[in-house]
């Protein structure tokens, strides 16, 4: 994995199909190296596009979360890695045992890093109390950042505000990858940030120390995907 800014922006292939999913992806040529695959385009186009983006010199970001037993968890981590994928998530709120579980799978594939997410981007502290957790997102994040890591977490998934308490916590060797990131001019999008509850700019994401930053729709909707692209890399 690269250190330049451009080379720690992942571009999310929200997509519905694998048609237009390649079509942004020969759009955007050179320009990104760094892709998200997430559960709509896997399950729609498979898992050939996977290894077609590994192929064609990509890494892929592959979004599971997974949350199933154990056993089911180590056996998707190690698809993952058979497919070539550079990362993999697991949910955090599943325990130690999936998180171990998902680490001790993936050491036969040293590219693959396992990342446990924290408190998904689109839940509130109204969302947390619905499922009985009386903690609040900042602090439910931190406590299973905590948990992660004791796990054998290469790192985590977390919001943009939750990065710099996150980076103090987990010092500079793991990985913090930030998805709800958007432009500073798009305080929203089709009358919605996103589907995220607690979205940043990139800038703030990076300056935080963020390790990756995760965009979407400010790349993949842009009439010009490339120039929209150099605006994230630029810190938005």
Do not use: W
């Not at 180590?74 to 955090?92: K, Y």
Request: aromatic share 4%.
């Amino acid at each position: 994995m690269n250190d330049t800014t451009a080379d720690r922006v992942i571009v999310a292939l929200d997509f519905d199909g694998r048609a237009g999913a390649e079509a942004l992806v020969d759009r955007l040529g050179d320009a990104c190296g760094f892709y998200k695959v997430g559960l709509e385009l896997l399950t729609a186009a498979g898992p050939d596009l996977v290894r077609e983006l590994v192929a064609r010199g990509h890494e892929v970001f592959l979004d599971l979360k997974l949350f199933e037993i154990p056993h089911s968890v180590a056996g998707a981590v190690r698809a993952a890695g058979a497919l070539g994928a550079s990362m993999v998530t697991v949910h955090a709120m599943g325990g130690t045992g999936i998180m171990t579980a998902a680490v001790e799978a993936a050491r036969d594939f040293p590219r693959l890093k396992v990342l446990a997410l924290t408190v998904v981007t689109s839940m509130t502290g109204g969302d947390l109390a619905d499922i009985g957790v009386a903690a609040s997102t900042d602090e439910q994040v931190v406590r299973l950042a905590r948990l992660a890591v004791d796990a054998g977490c290469d790192g985590v998934i977390a919001a943009p505000r939750e990065t710099g308490p996150l980076r103090e916590l987990l010092g500079p060797g793991r990985l913090i990858v930030t998805p709800g990131v958007r432009l500073a001019d798009e305080s929203s999008l089709d009358g919605e940030a996103g589907g995220q509850a607690r979205a940043g700019t990139p800038g703030a994401a990076f300056a935080a120390g963020a390790s990756y930053v995760v965009v979407g729709r400010s790349v993949n909707r842009a009439a010009d995907p490339v120039a929209a692209l150099r605006r994230v890399a630029a810190g938005g």
